[in-house]
């Protein structure tokens, strides 16, 4: 098993721009999470989902959308990128919520300027 | 939510056994202690979970007082590759007790192993 991927590894993007940050799991987890890590900080929960086509906000959501057509995906949308979005993101799955083990991806590190 | 308090770093020797403290005074009914580490440019991996007294693994242990106000993460005989943040978390899962985002890691403990 691969576990959770992500990609891109490393991305810049302008202010205003928009991108689509790709996360896959290949455990059949129901459970997926969207994070986002500032320097020297823990992580947030941006969005989550529980299943194919239900999604729900976390802590951070703004700025940011996400879909869950498949059991194995869940990207997450940046539509107006702002400096404040400057993060590594990482995603993560579980088989069922919260105090399941949460398995994370490498993340994303971007850069907004 | 239970709000979880750690030491921000923490040094530590090769070969020597590490206790990193967490309070969490406002831990509820259902919560459960989750520990997990991360290396540089890595995602969080999981270490350790327990609800009460003591659990152990083939990684750490973990000890939980009867108060379950704080718990205690021991990582045996410490070897450079220790060297990460440590993550404190509390909940019982998303939306239960109609909170959101119960994963809340805080900024963690840096462990610095020397040789």
């Known amino acids: 098993n691969a576990g959770v991927t992500q990609t891109p590894k490393f991305r810049i993007l302008k202010i205003g721009q928009s991108m689509t940050l790709q996360c896959t799991q290949d455990m059949n987890h129901n459970y997926m999470y969207w994070y986002r890590q500032d320097p020297g900080m823990g992580l947030k929960l941006i969005y989550y989902?529980?299943?194919?086509?239900?999604?729900d906000k976390g802590e951070v959501p703004n700025g940011y959308n996400v879909s869950r057509s498949t059991t194995e995906d869940f990207p997450l949308r940046l539509e107006l990128a702002a400096p404040s979005q400057t993060s590594v993101y990482f995603c993560a799955s579980s088989y069922s919520l919260g105090q399941e083990t949460q398995y994370f991806g490498p993340g994303t590190r971007l850069l907004v300027l | 939510l239970a709000k979880t308090t750690q030491p921000i770093s923490m040094d530590s020797y090769e070969g020597q056994e590490v206790n990193i403290t967490c309070s969490h005074n406002n831990i509820a009914t259902n919560d459960y202690i989750t520990w997990y580490q991360q290396f540089p440019s890595q995602g969080p991996r999981f270490i350790i979970q327990g609800y009460k007294t003591k659990v152990t693994n083939e990684v750490a242990s973990l000890f939980i007082p009867a108060d379950r106000k704080s718990s205690t993460l021991s990582l045996p005989r410490v070897s450079l590759s220790d060297t990460a943040v440590y993550y404190c978390?509390?909940?019982?899962?998303?939306?239960?007790?109609?909170?959101?985002?119960?994963?809340?890691f805080g900024k963690g403990t840096k462990l610095s192993v020397k040789p």
């Open positions: 989902s529980v299943g194919a086509g239900i999604t």
């Open positions: 978390l509390v909940g019982d899962g998303l939306g239960g007790g109609g909170s959101q985002g119960n994963l809340i």
